[in-house]
């Protein structure tokens, strides 16, 4: 079974600065999609960022980039300029093509 | 184009109760999965139905159905409801393939057993 684990249960930055949000997953598959989702106390999930297994180069979405290291089975989100609107719970999932397999979530805060 | 519809938002039921939850997925997405989300466990795939047949079914028991209909709208039916079922039920649609290949979420279904 896959697994995916977030390490930081719990992360602060201040407005403006950069945070790293840290993800590992395990699989034996090669071909596969890496999710960043976001819910905001509105429970809505948002998607952050998206990344194909196969692609070497990482993602990027305006503020937000990963660090995609495949061999290491990692999957860092970076926030970049953090504003206070990016507070929420950071949730990283698995995809082997029909389901997403969640991480337990990192609640971000963000100080002004 | 309106996003993933899910009703009721809130619903409270009682121990041996089933219950019914509805899903419209985006015009156009014919793949629907469905995901319990709990503080204690976290958030955890259902089950996934792809032009009315279930393709994939997560590690739930037999309580937990679903089906989904030509228009590719999606139930999902809980029976004989437990304390532990209360939840957020989450539905997504999904779409596209390769670089648009993603989830788009519903708001969910907060179900509270009692």
């Known amino acids: 079974a896959q697994t995916v684990t977030q390490s930081q249960p719990e992360m602060s930055v201040q407005e403006a600065e950069t945070v790293t949000l840290s993800c590992t997953y395990d699989?034996?598959?090669?071909?596969?999609?890496l999710f960043w989702y976001k819910q905001p106390p509105s429970r809505q999930m948002i998607l952050v960022i998206r990344?194909?297994?196969?692609?070497?180069q990482n993602a990027t979405e305006n503020r937000f980039s990963v660090n995609f290291q495949k061999a290491a089975k990692s999957f860092s989100l970076k926030i970049s300029d953090s504003q206070l609107g990016d507070a929420a719970m950071y949730f990283c999932?698995?995809?082997?093509?029909?389901?997403?397999?969640f991480g337990k979530g990192t609640s971000l805060l963000v100080t002004p | 184009k309106a996003g993933v519809t899910q009703t009721p938002r809130y619903l409270i039921k009682t121990r041996g109760q089933q219950v019914t939850l509805s899903c419209s997925p985006i015009?156009?997405?014919?793949?629907v999965s469905w995901y319990q989300q709990t503080p204690g466990q976290g958030l955890q795939f259902l089950f996934e139905?792809?032009?009315?047949?279930?393709?994939n079914k997560g590690n739930f028991p037999g309580r937990f159905s679903g089906r989904q209909f030509s228009n590719s709208r999606s139930e999902m039916n809980v029976s004989t409801l437990e304390l532990g079922d209360s939840a957020l039920y989450l539905c997504?649609?999904?779409f596209g393939q390769g670089a648009n290949y993603g989830y788009t979420f519903g708001s969910g279904t907060r179900l509270t057993v009692v």
């Open positions: 990344q194909e297994a196969y692609k070497q």
């Open positions: 999932a698995y995809d082997p093509g029909y389901a997403l397999n």
């Open positions: 699989t034996s598959e090669s071909d596969y999609y």
């Open positions: 015009s156009g997405h014919r793949s």
């Open positions: 139905y792809f032009s009315e047949t279930q393709r």
């Open positions: 997504a649609s999904s």
